[in-house]
Structures are given as structure tokens and as C-alpha cells.
């Protein structure tokens, strides 16, 4: 693997940091260094801040609905041609094994873009002819108007997917966009800079300045006053310090954060599909899905047979180098998360959990020793009222719990300061449909896990968000509606 130079893209060209600041980037396969980062202060803030208010209104302001959706059309089809591009991006960075990204990261990438192209243009406004007290007419009407300069926080997890699903909406109503992508996963925002330059995208449309949180680049964008909105995705409690510095001049906010979801399994289910959805939802992406799943609750007479199968799942994923197509489990994202993932395995085993699989680091060869690798792990046995059951963790590890009644399963999966996503898995349709009206989460899947179509609603209840995006609900976040009425 070659080391890079990651730059801030500002107005179409990649800079270095005025003051030459830069931070180390390490791969959490093997601990080599993946490349050296740019790392953005006020001075790449501000230049960046002004370069997208000038684009506002210069030539990208000035294109038409389908020019800048041609445009964005356009930039779909840059990634998919440079998808191999992307993909060794992604996989550098996050260390998740290449049969994930292609099929997951980098075609959502593109799908985001195509998405919110065509559904910005098919936004309804709303038009009342009236009569003034004079006897003349008058029409009065809505118009969606972009709300300026849109600051883009993302996490780690799903770097390029996380970021365009923000990215792409705010461009499609017309918005100019600052990124800061995660300090750990810089490349494919890089990368993009590349695509919008190729397709002819106007300088200062989409700008990234690279850096940390607080005290960095994510502070003084999120503080910055000439950014009208902001967009973030991480944990709740980055989530409160944003929307802190977002009241800064009430600024609108729009907060996907983080989860302890829940999947209920009852009897009668699919138990074979259960238990290879309940796999996926706990498992895939190392377990750092914000959607996955941490706390199952099954119904006691399949607890012991579904224990024992996701057990044999579990066993089965092969810890691995990301080109190695056997791999079925990737590492963390870094040394220090695994750390955090760690001390809760060690919680776990304090609080009187039954280790059922996992529970420590798995024996790599040498040449990926040093890497943040991690094993799935399972446990049951553990109260309600640990801190394993209660915090999201974001590693390869759930908790597995039996019930005897549908109320009791409801009640103990809506027990959370969080509210993002649930799954439960049943054959009666009528108590699908009690699931979805009592299990209280911003999303809840029944027979099945992270399936949606990009047109409905996505966001947390509780402590899980603000907001909801996804079609409709995007276009009315990255705009403003404003009031007309025109007398004759
Ligand atoms: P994080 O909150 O630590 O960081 C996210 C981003 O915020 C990073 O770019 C970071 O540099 C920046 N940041 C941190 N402090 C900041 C501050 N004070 N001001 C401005 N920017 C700041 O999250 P993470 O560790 O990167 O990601 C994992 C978390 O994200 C988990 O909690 C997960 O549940 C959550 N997540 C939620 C969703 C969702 O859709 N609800 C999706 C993915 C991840
Ligand atoms: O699918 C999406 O649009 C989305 N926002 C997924 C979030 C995944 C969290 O890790």
C-alpha cells in the first residue's frame, strides 16, 4: 500500500494547511501508516466558508434545476467509473473487508447522488389563487429556496455512504457544501474532490477541510457564521456539543446520532432467517452500523436454539485481510476504539455475563498482529441495568435475553435513552403491524434489517437524533420554503 498525502479541497483545488499541519493516518489492519492528512484550522475554515458563499453566487447559483441535476447525474457515473478508486479508499482506510464496500459503501455513494438528482425534481409546491378585498386577483405560493453554505460533519463508519447521503441532497436543492469528513477516514472525501472537478462541478460547490473535533476543523466549521445549516452524523453526545455551537446564531440542525437497537425474535418466526438477519444486523461492518443490533430478546422457547446458531454465525466469521475473500470480519476502525469495545467485554464478564463466544482478540498471523482486530462476541445472563445493555458500544457483540410475552419484549426493547432502529422477527402479520406502532424507534424492520428505500424517512427518536432525512424529508431540511404572494 503507497502513502498518500490527504489535502483539503477548497475551490476546486487540493491545499495543504496554511500552517502545514498535518496528522498521521494508521491502517487498522496492519498499524502501517495509510497516509499523512492535511489538518484544517480557522484559516482552511474560513477560506473554505467563503469559496461556497461565492459559489452560491456565482455559476452554480445561476444553473437551472436540470443543469444541476444533469450535474450531479454526471458525478454518479464518475464513481461508478472510478469505482475501484473509491474502493481501495474505503478499504484502506476502514480495514473492511473489499466484498462489503463494493457492495455496500461505493454503490451507495453513486445511488445517493442519483437519488436525490431525480427527487429534487419532483418536489410539489403549494399555490392558492385568492382575491384581495379590492375584487383583483392574487396568487400565493411557496417556494423551496437553498438555505446557503450546508456544514457537513460524518463519522468513521461508512465513510463515503454517510457523507454523500448529506452531500448529495444539499447540492441537489442547490446548496453549497464544507465537509469534514472523520479524522479516521479522510480518503474518499479526498477522492470526491477529484470526481466533482472531472465532471465539471463549479469551484467552491463541494470543499473539504480535513482536521479533528473540538478545538479543530469540526469546531470552527460548526461555530463558523457563514454557515447557514448543519448537518451531522455521530455520537449523541458530539451531537450536543453541535447543536450548541449551531445555536450560535439559531442555526438549524439536522442530527443523526447514535443507537442501542433492539431485535425481538418470537417463536413463530423464521428462525433459520432470524438468526442469519440477526447475524448481519449485529456482525457485518465489524458491528459499527449505527442500525445494529446489540440487545436480542428471544422468545424462551427458541432461546437455547437461537443462542446456539448465532453462536455457530458468529464462530464462523474469519477474521481476515480485506482482499482475502474468505474474510468475513473485518477489524475496528482503530486501536483506541477497540480499546473502548474491550473494556465493555471486560464489563460484561464483571456484571455476571455468560461469555458465549468471543470476549477478546483474536490469534492474527504476524503480518496483521498489530492490527485492531477484535472477536464477535455474545453473552447472555446480564442485567438490564449494565452498562453493556445500556451504552452503545459499536463493536462485533450482542446481548441475548429470553421473554415470555409480546408486551414484556416491547417493554424491554423500548427500556433505552436511544431510539434509532429496532428489528423483530415474526410470521403474524397482525403483530408486524402492533410491533411498528409500539416498538418506539425512528426505524423498526420486521423479517428484516437495513432495508430501505431512500425516499422514506431516516432518523432517530430519543437520544438518537433530530430530524428525519431521506427523500421528501432531505429536500426540506437543505431548504428554506418561503412565502410568496403576488397581487395582481
Ligand atoms: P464522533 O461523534 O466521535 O465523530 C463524528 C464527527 O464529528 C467526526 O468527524 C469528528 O471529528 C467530529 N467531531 C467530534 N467532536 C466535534 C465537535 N465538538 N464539533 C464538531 N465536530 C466534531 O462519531 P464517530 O466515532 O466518528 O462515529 C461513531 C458514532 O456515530 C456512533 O455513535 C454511531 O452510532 C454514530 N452514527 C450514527 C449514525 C446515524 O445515522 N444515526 C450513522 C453512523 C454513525
Ligand atoms: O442508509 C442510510 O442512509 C444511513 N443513513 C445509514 C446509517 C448507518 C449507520 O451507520
Given at each position: 500500500m503507497s502513502v498518500t498525502t490527504f489535502c483539503h479541497f477548497i475551490a476546486n483545488r487540493f491545499v495543504q494547511s496554511a500552517s502545514e499541519r498535518h496528522f498521521e493516518k494508521f491502517s487498522p489492519v496492519d498499524g502501517s501508516l495509510v497516509g499523512t492528512v492535511a489538518e484544517g484550522g480557522q484559516p482552511e475554515v474560513d477560506l473554505a466558508v467563503q469559496a461556497a458563499t461565492a459559489a452560491l453566487e456565482g455559476p452554480w447559483g445561476r444553473l437551472t434545476l436540470a443543469q444541476r441535476t444533469d450535474m450531479l447525474h454526471a458525478v454518479a457515473r464518475e464513481i461508478d467509473r472510478r469505482f475501484d478508486d473509491f474502493l481501495d479508499a474505503e478499504v484502506n482506510d476502514t480495514g473492511k473487508p473489499r466484498s462489503i464496500a463494493s457492495h455496500v459503501d461505493i454503490p451507495r455513494?453513486?445511488?445517493?447522488?442519483r437519488v436525490f438528482a431525480d427527487a429534487v425534481k419532483n418536489v410539489?409546491?403549494?399555490?392558492?389563487e385568492m382575491t384581495t378585498p379590492e375584487g383583483r386577483k392574487a396568487y400565493n405560493y411557496s417556494l423551496r429556496v437553498p438555505r446557503g453554505v450546508i456544514g457537513v460533519i460524518c463519522p468513521w463508519n461508512l465513510p463515503l455512504l454517510l457523507m454523500t447521503w448529506k452531500v448529495a441532497p444539499a447540492l441537489a436543492c442547490g446548496n453549497t457544501v464544507v465537509v469534514k469528513p472523520s479524522e479516521e477516514t479522510p480518503a474518499t472525501a479526498t477522492l470526491l474532490g477529484e470526481v466533482m472537478q472531472a465532471v465539471g462541478v463549479p469551484p467552491g460547490v463541494y470543499n473539504v477541510v480535513h482536521g479533528f473535533g473540538p478545538g479543530s476543523?469540526?469546531?470552527?466549521?460548526?461555530r463558523h457564521r457563514g454557515i447557514a445549516a448543519i448537518t451531522f452524523t455521530g455520537e449523541t453526545g458530539t451531537g450536543g456539543q453541535i447543536m450548541q455551537a449551531a445555536a450560535e446564531g439559531t442555526r438549524p440542525v439536522s442530527l443523526e446520532l447514535g443507537g442501542k437497537n433492539p431485535a425481538i425474535v418470537f417463536a413463530d418466526c423464521d428462525l433459520e432467517a432470524a438468526v442469519a438477519g440477526i447475524s448481519r444486523a449485529a456482525f457485518l461492518n465489524t458491528g459499527q452500523i449505527c442500525l445494529g443490533t446489540e440487545r436480542v430478546y428471544v422468545e424462551r422457547p427458541v432461546f437455547e436454539r437461537f443462542v446456539a446458531?448465532?453462536?455457530?454465525?458468529?464462530?464462523?466469521?474469519?477474521?481476515?485481510?480485506?482482499?482475502?475473500?474468505?474474510?468475513?470480519?473485518g477489524p475496528l476502525i482503530s486501536i483506541e476504539h477497540r480499546d473502548k469495545v474491550l473494556k465493555y467485554y471486560r464489563r460484561a464478564v464483571a456484571d455476571g455475563a455468560t461469555v458465549v463466544c468471543g470476549g477478546g482478540i483474536p490469534n492474527m498471523p504476524e503480518?496483521?498482529?498489530?492490527g485492531a482486530w477484535i472477536q464477535p462476541t455474545i453473552w447472555t445472563g446480564l442485567p438490564e441495568t449494565s452498562s453493556v445493555i445500556r451504552d452503545e458500544i459499536f463493536g462485533p457483540?450482542?446481548?441475548?435475553?429470553?421473554?415470555?410475552?409480546?408486551?414484556?419484549?416491547?417493554?424491554?426493547?423500548?427500556?433505552?435513552?436511544?431510539?434509532?432502529?429496532?428489528?423483530?422477527w415474526t410470521r403474524d402479520v397482525a403483530r408486524s403491524f402492533r410491533l411498528g406502532a409500539s416498538i418506539n424507534a425512528g426505524i423498526?424492520?420486521?423479517?428484516?434489517?437495513?432495508?430501505r428505500d431512500l425516499r422514506t424517512p431516516f432518523g432517530g427518536s430519543k437520544q438518537s437524533g433530530i430530524g428525519r432525512e431521506g427523500g421528501v424529508h432531505s429536500l426540506e431540511f437543505y431548504t428554506d420554503l418561503r412565502n410568496v404572494c403576488v397581487s395582481t
Open positions: 455513494g453513486a445511488a445517493n447522488f410539489p409546491t403549494e399555490f392558492f476543523a469540526g469546531e470552527y466549521l460548526t446458531a448465532l453462536r455457530d454465525k458468529a464462530q464462523a466469521l474469519k477474521p481476515g485481510h480485506p482482499s482475502d475473500k474468505s474474510t468475513g470480519i503480518s496483521l498482529a498489530s457483540c450482542c446481548h441475548i435475553r429470553p421473554f415470555d410475552t409480546e408486551d414484556e419484549a416491547v417493554r424491554l426493547a423500548n427500556d433505552t435513552p436511544y431510539g434509532l432502529a429496532a428489528t423483530a423498526v424492520w420486521i423479517n428484516s434489517w437495513f432495508l
